[in-house]
C-alpha cells in the first residue's frame, strides 16, 4: 500500500506499507518484490480492495483486505497469513511502515510505544500524527531511519529482527513490527490524528470493531452514492465494471472536508525520482480538471457534486475575476499564473448547468467577474498551454 492522505486528498502520509517475510535462518522476502500480486475490488461498486502477494518460491501466500473506516480517521487492512511450504508458525513476519507525513520524507519522527498492552508505532511530524496497531500482539518494534538502522536492513543482515531502537527523531524514518505469522487472521490499522494521542484513538475505535462490520458499512456507503448514478455501463462494450471503476475514481478525487475541492490526481508524476519539494505532484486543484471532473459527473447523472464544484470555485476566485493555475484545497495559489481557459471553463460549467435546470443564479456575480477577465486580457494570458499555442 502506499500513500494515504490525510486530513484532505492533497496531503500524503506514507511512502508505503508492506510486508517482509523470513524463516530466520535462510531468506529474505520483501513484498512486492520477492511476491506477485493480484488485486480485485472486494466489491463492484466500491473502491476496498483484495490484494493476494503470492511468493514467487511459492512458499506462501499473504492475503488483505483493504479499507477506509467509515467511522474513524483509519485504514484498516485485514490480513491473513497462509504457508504453502512447512507449517506458518515456521515463519516469521513483520509490517514496515514508511511514514511520509504531510507530503515529506525528510523531518518525521517515530517512536514505539506501548498502551493497555497493545503495541503502536507512532510517526509525526508538525501537527499530524499517525498511528499503526494490530488486533494480533506486535512481537518486537523498532523505529530506525532509512538507509540506516530500519528494520529491511535489519532482516537484510541476517534474517533476524536484533536491532531494537525505541525512537527515530527528525529524519527520513521507517518503522517495523514483528507480527505472529502463524495467528492465522488479523487486523492492522493505520490511524491518523492532530497528534499522537488522537492517532492512537482513532485506531482504537477501528480495532475495537470486527473488520465485517466495517467491511458492510463501508460498501453499503458507497453502493448509496453508486446507486443513484445513471446506467452507462450498458452503453460499454467492457460492461460495467470500467464505469464503475472510472466513477469510484472520479468520487475519490474529492477532499471529503471541503465539498467540490476535486484534485488533478492521487498521483505524483515521475514519483520515483522526486524529492520533497516536487512531492506535491497533481495533489492539487486545477479550474481545468476540476470542470472537466464536473462535466463527467454531470453525464454519470451525479448533478450534485458539480454545484458543490461551482461554490467551490466561486470560495476561490480571485478578486480579478481570474483563478490561478493551481492551488491547494484552501485556495491558496501554488502557481499563481493564470491560464485563460481556467477562467473560461467556471464559466462554461455554470451555462451548462443552467441550461440543465440547475439553480445556478446566485453563481452569477462569479460569472460576470470571470467574463470581465475575459474581455479585459483576452485573447491570451501570459501563460498559455504549450499544446495550444496556435
Not at 35 to 51: Q, S
Not at 177 to 189: H, K, N, R, T, Y
Request: with cysteine.
Amino acid at each position: 500500500m502506499t500513500e494515504v492522505f490525510y486530513p484532505s486528498v492533497d496531503v500524503a502520509n506514507i511512502k508505503d506499507l508492506r510486508f517482509l517475510v523470513t524463516d530466520g535462518k535462510s531468506f529474505f522476502d520483501e513484498e512486492g518484490v520477492h511476491t506477485r500480486e493480484t488485486i480485485e475490488y472486494i466489491d463492484p461498486k466500491a473502491p476496498g480492495y483484495l490484494v493476494r502477494s503470492r511468493a514467487l518460491s511459492g512458499a506462501y501466500t499473504i492475503t488483505k483486505r483493504i479499507i477506509t473506516d467509515p467511522g474513524a480517521n483509519c485504514v484498516v487492512i485485514n490480513t491473513a497469513f497462509e504457508a504453502h511450504k512447512g507449517n506458518a508458525k515456521d515463519y516469521r513476519l513483520f509490517v514496515l511502515f514508511a511514514p511520509h507525513i504531510k507530503n515529506q520524507g525528510a523531518s518525521n519522527s517515530g517512536r514505539c510505544a506501548e498502551y493497555d498492552g497493545r503495541g503502536y508505532m507512532i510517526a509525526w511530524r508538525e501537527d499530524i500524527a499517525a498511528a499503526l496497531t494490530c488486533s494480533a500482539p506486535f512481537l518486537n518494534m523498532s523505529a530506525g531511519f532509512s538507509g540506516a538502522s530500519d528494520g529491511w536492513h535489519d532482516l537484510k543482515d541476517n534474517y533476524v529482527m536484533d536491532w531494537m531502537y525505541e525512537r527515530a527523531e527528525g529524519g527520513n524514518i521507517a518503522l517495523t513490527a514483528e507480527l505472529p505469522a502463524g495467528s492465522g487472521e488479523f487486523d492492522i490499522v493505520l490511524g491518523f490524528g492532530k497528534d499522537d494521542v488522537e492517532a492512537v484513538i482513532e485506531a482504537n475505535k477501528s480495532l475495537e470493531r470486527r473488520y465485517a462490520a466495517i467491511e458492510r458499512e463501508f460498501v453499503k456507503c458507497w453502493k448509496k452514492y453508486m446507486g443513484g448514478l445513471a446506467p452507462l455501463g450498458r452503453q460499454s462494450a467492457a460492461g460495467p465494471a470500467l464505469y464503475y471503476a472510472s466513477a469510484m475514481v472520479l468520487k475519490t478525487h474529492e477532499d471529503k472536508a471541503r465539498k467540490g475541492g476535486v484534485i488533478a490526481s492521487l498521483s505524483v508524476p515521475w514519483g520515483s525520482a522526486k524529492g520533497d519539494r516536487d512531492a506535491m505532484g497533481y495533489h492539487l486543484v486545477w479550474p481545468r480538471d476540476l470542470v472537466k471532473a464536473a462535466l463527467a459527473f454531470m453525464a454519470m447523472g451525479d448533478m450534485s457534486t458539480p454545484l458543490d464544484i461551482l461554490s467551490f470555485l466561486r470560495s476561490t476566485q480571485n478578486q480579478d475575476g481570474s483563478w490561478p493555475q493551481n492551488m491547494r484545497l484552501d485556495g491558496t495559489a501554488h502557481w499563481p499564473a493564470v491560464q485563460l481557459d481556467e477562467v473560461a471553463l467556471p464559466v462554461i460549467l455554470a451555462w451548462r448547468l443552467k441550461g440543465m435546470g440547475s439553480p445556478v443564479d446566485d453563481f452569477y456575480p462569479m460569472v460576470k467577474s470571470a467574463a470581465s477577465y475575459i474581455v479585459r486580457n483576452g485573447p491570451v494570458t501570459e501563460q498559455e498551454r504549450w499544446e495550444e499555442n496556435g
